[in-house]
Antibody, heavy 123, light 111 residues
Framework: VQLVQSGAEVKKPGESLKISCKASGYSFTSYWIAWVRQMPGKGLEWMGIVYPGDSDTRYSPSFQGQVTISADRSGYTAYLQWSSLKASDTAIYYC?????????????????WGQGTLVTVSS | QSVLTQPPSASGTPGQRVTISCSGSSSNIGNNDVYWYQQLPGTAPKLLIYRNNQRSSGVPDRFSGSKSGTSASLAISGLRSEDEADYFCAAWHDSLSGHVVFGGGTKLNVL
């Protein structure tokens, strides 16, 4: 089971961005994929999840409306995108496989994780 | 401010036992499972403990988890230098939207 994320990005404020997370070694459509943010020198923040089987998505209230999470089940790839980046979006973004359950407790299980994608937003 | 509360730092000497606490509420830890993650410097987090007290594959039995009420703990016995890392607790948070919440993280220093 492996998740491989796209490479580091340097963007200007106001630009759009889509980063990816390619899965292999398991049934991609059966497990949620989560995205987690880690700002410089800070802790982990759960952003939201996508269920590749039917593209169902759930967002943390903190990130609802700020990002879009999606998946391409034929390409075994999940995505995280921004329409207009801000300097405060500078962070490492991780994807991680979550559970098969549609709701609740087991969605806290994140294993394995991708290697992370560093996004730097600066003018 | 994180929904789950952890001490910012902990320390111990090689061979010692240390515990890291994680405090929440009935909306998260009180009614849901707790997960623990280890993040070594410069690397992605790794699942250490799932479902409160189950060790993930390959995790040494020096690591153990427990939960009581709205709090949880991670214990590390026989401390080793390679245990120096950040440790995060996580749990599902019951609400209208439902989402996962993390603790702020504890930096473990092995002196």
């Amino acid at each position: 089971v492996q998740l491989v994320q796209s490479g580091a990005e340097v963007k200007k404020p106001g630009e759009s961005l889509k980063i990816s997370c390619k899965a292999s070694g398991y049934s991609f459509t059966s497990y949620w994929i989560a995205w987690v943010r880690q700002m410089p020198g800070k802790g982990l923040e759960w952003m939201g999840i996508v269920y590749p089987g039917d593209s169902d998505t759930r967002y943390s209230p903190s990130f609802q409306g700020q990002v879009t999470i999606s998946a391409d089940r034929s390409g075994y790839t999940a995505y995280l995108q921004w329409s207009s980046l801000k300097a405060s979006d500078t962070a490492i973004y991780y994807c991680a496989r979550s559970s098969t359950a549609r709701y609740g407790s087991t969605l806290g299980r994140l294993d394995p994780w991708g290697q992370g994608t560093l996004v730097t937003v600066s003018s | 401010q994180s929904v789950l509360t952890q001490p910012p730092s902990a320390s111990g000497t090689p061979g010692q036992r240390v515990t890291i606490s994680c405090s929440g509420s009935s909306s998260n830890i009180g009614n849901n499972d707790v997960y623990w993650y280890q993040q070594l410097p410069g690397t992605a987090p790794k699942l250490l403990i799932y479902r409160n007290n189950q060790r993930s594959s390959g995790v040494p039995d020096r690591f153990s988890g427990s939960k009581s009420g709205t709090s949880a703990s991670l214990a590390i016995s026989g401390l080793r230098s390679e245990d120096e890392a950040d440790y995060f607790c996580a749990a599902w948070h019951d609400s209208l939207s439902g989402h996962v919440v993390f603790g702020g993280g504890t930096k473990l220093n092995v002196l």
